[in-house]
């Protein structure tokens, strides 16, 4: 069974990068058939797809937050990143990895891990 | 860019059949997704490929596709079906690629 797990500091200072990694388990990074993806959800509020990486590392970026993300894989150690900088308060969300099929659907999610943004 | 628009809520009596729409200009050509969300979980995926159930998910919940506009019709409601709702779909047009969700439905079981 597929498992994925969020890690990475809980609280971040405005103007510095947020990092969290994502822990696979039940398959691989390096499987062809599948996108590994981040995705955020600010308090109360919807859905943002912030980007995803596959196994030859080719990845797609929300154009809203293109300029200041990075998402990377880690087949050592079956996971991959995402650094977010130049954060502000509007970044606060809850943060979701996920692996997204080569339809662009999520069926299996981590169970997300929350940053906040503050001095 | 591509937006998808669902209501922000549906209320419905336990036993009644709940529908929720979400509009995008490129659905015709995109298939739509529907998530489940209830407060402090995970989306879970109801429907994929605007029609298709997952196993595991009841035979109540369906979708179907009509021109710009995609349903999530779940019948015979119960009340742990009250949770919120977001469709996803993809947008691959010209140079670009993204993913994009609704701003969700909250479904309210009477």
């Known amino acids: 069974q597929v498992q994925l797990q969020e890690s990475g500091p809980g609280r971040v200072k405005p103007s510095q990068t947020l990092s969290l990694t994502c822990t696979v388990s039940g398959d691989s990074v390096s499987n062809g058939d599948y996108f590994w993806s981040w995705i955020r959800q600010h308090p109360l509020k919807g859905l943002e797809w912030i980007g995803y990486?596959?196994?030859?590392?080719?990845?797609y970026y929300n154009p809203s937050l293109k300029s200041r993300v990075t998402i990377s894989l880690d087949t050592s150690k079956n996971q991959f990143s995402l650094k977010l900088s130049s954060v502000t308060a509007a970044d606060t969300a809850v943060y979701y990895c996920?692996?997204?099929?080569?339809?662009?659907?999520?069926?299996?999610w981590g169970q997300g891990t929350l940053v906040t943004v503050s001095s | 860019s591509y937006e998808l628009t669902q209501p922000p809520s549906v209320s419905v009596s336990p036993g009644q059949t709940a529908r929720i729409t979400c509009s995008g200009d490129a659905l015709p050509k995109q298939y739509a997704y529907w998530y489940q969300q209830k407060p402090g979980q995970a989306p879970i995926l109801v429907i994929y490929?605007?029609?298709e159930r997952p196993s595991g998910i009841p035979e109540r919940f369906s979708g179907s596709s009509s021109g710009t506009t995609v349903t999530l019709t779940i019948s015979g409601v119960q009340a742990e079906d009250e949770a919120d709702y977001f469709c996803q779909s993809a947008d691959n047009s010209g140079t670009n690629f993204y993913v994009v969700f609704g701003g969700g439905t909250k479904l309210t079981v009477l």
């Open positions: 996920a692996r997204g099929s080569a339809r662009h659907y999520f069926q299996h």
């Open positions: 990486i596959n196994y030859s590392w080719t990845s």
């Open positions: 490929k605007d029609t």
